[in-house]
């Protein structure tokens, strides 16, 4: 029991940093992206050394999660990525560089903070009530499960919700804005379970005795990737299609549920637990799905590229933006046209003699009445 306590102790901290450390790698490119953007730069954003900063820190969080799966059971990891939408939340309220109003502040970012402390409230709970049990992810374990009649049962009713929900989605062609993040549940809950038997026969390779021989090590590891390929395709064509709070809000709740029905029943991770303590866990799980809804929905939805025009002051010449790449530069506050540049400090300049005498003082019409008329 103290070994299995010891071992969820230690998946949980390393899913914890990990969706940390990915939220924050994500934070970081984005502002690279924005600050080239921002500043004309020329240069591509593989070029700069922020976006490579913000890889290797999505490479170290994405592979501390992958060894998170290996000490802690699958219902304890999946849920825990509402860390990351709480974190990505709170990165993106401190980048934010808009000054708002006490009412408006509140009004705009209430739902943020009440969504990040349901959330984590319900981390707390399914976490403290989360399963316990832990098996060791061999090479016979892994294939008695595979086998097992209740994975091969909940492969068929995933196959037959499909089935029918497929000519639905096909018909249809104003739909809600869920049918492709749906799509990516049962590839996550295919990929998290992958995942979990390739990591758990990987680090017991490495601390005992060694199952990289075993056939089942490579047929996980197809799988694996060939979800993961498939779950990335079907994520960008939903970012394309969609908003992507809904996605992120859709991804989670969905896929959190797919990937703890695929622990309970391919690991039995709930056999040893008590009614009170998988209550107690679904509670849980269902707070941070709201709390993660309210974070998601107070979002500012992304608005369509509109061409604007800048204009360089020194030579006078206007530049028109139609492509979507270039960012229009918000200026609060500036007594100018459009998106010119602020220059309310700069003082006028005066015109020469020649055109200050040709400038009416008052708007005068230079037509007669009668030659109104005449007309």
């Not at 999505?58 to 059971?73: I, K, T």
């Not at 408006?104 to 399914?126: D, M, P, Q, S, V």
């Not at 003699?353 to 230079?366: A, F, G, R």
Request: proline share 5%; aromatic share 12%; glycine share 6%.
């Amino acid at each position: 029991m103290a070994d299995s306590y010891t071992e969820n102790l230690i998946g949980t901290l390393l899913a914890i940093f990990g969706n940390l450390l990915v939220s924050i790698s994500v934070s970081i490119q984005k502002q690279s992206h924005v600050t080239l953007a921002g500043n004309k730069d020329p240069r591509q954003y593989y070029y700069t050394k922020t976006w490579w900063s913000g890889l290797m820190l999505m490479v170290l969080g994405e592979g501390a999660l992958f060894v998170s799966y290996a000490f802690a059971p699958l219902s304890l990891i999946a849920p825990l990525n509402a860390v990351s939408v709480i974190s990505s939340s709170i990165l993106g309220f401190l980048f934010l560089r808009e000054k708002w109003k006490a009412q408006e502040f509140l009004k705009r970012y209430i739902l943020t903070f009440l969504g990040c402390a349901l959330t984590a409230g319900g981390t707390y709970l399914f976490v403290t009530f989360g399963p316990n049990s832990h098996e060791k992810l061999n090479a016979e374990n892994i294939v008695k499960h595979v086998i097992g009649w209740p994975f091969l049962l909940y492969l068929v009713i995933h196959t037959l919700i499909h089935c029918l929900f497929c000519p639905y989605k096909c018909t249809r062609d104003q739909n809600n804005g869920v049918d492709r993040p749906l799509d990516l549940c049962p590839l996550g809950s295919v990929t998290v379970i992958t995942v979990k038997a390739v990591s758990g026969m990987i680090v017991l390779s490495i601390l005992g005795p060694l199952q990289l021989s075993y056939p089942i090590f490579y047929v996980m590891f197809v799988c694996m990737v060939a979800t993961i390929v498939f779950q990335a395709s079907f994520l960008a064509q939903a970012s394309h299609l969609y908003d992507s709070s809904l996605i992120a809000c859709v991804n989670y709740i969905f896929c959190t549920t797919f990937a703890v029905v695929a622990g309970a029943i391919f690991y039995q991770e709930f056999n040893h637990e008590d009614v009170l303590h998988i209550c107690m866990f679904l509670l849980g799980c269902a707070i941070c799905f709201f709390g993660v809804f309210l974070i998601t929905k107070s979002k500012r939805k992304v608005k369509a590229f509109e061409p604007y025009v800048t204009m360089d002051m020194a030579q006078g010449i206007p530049t028109i933006h139609n492509k979507g790449w270039a960012v229009q530069p918000d200026y609060n506050g500036s007594f100018s046209y459009g998106a010119l540049e602020n220059n309310d400090s700069v003082a006028p300049v005066p015109l020469p003699m020649d055109q200050e005498l040709s400038v009416s003082p008052s708007p005068v019409s230079p037509y007669q009445p009668s030659e109104l008329k005449k007309d």
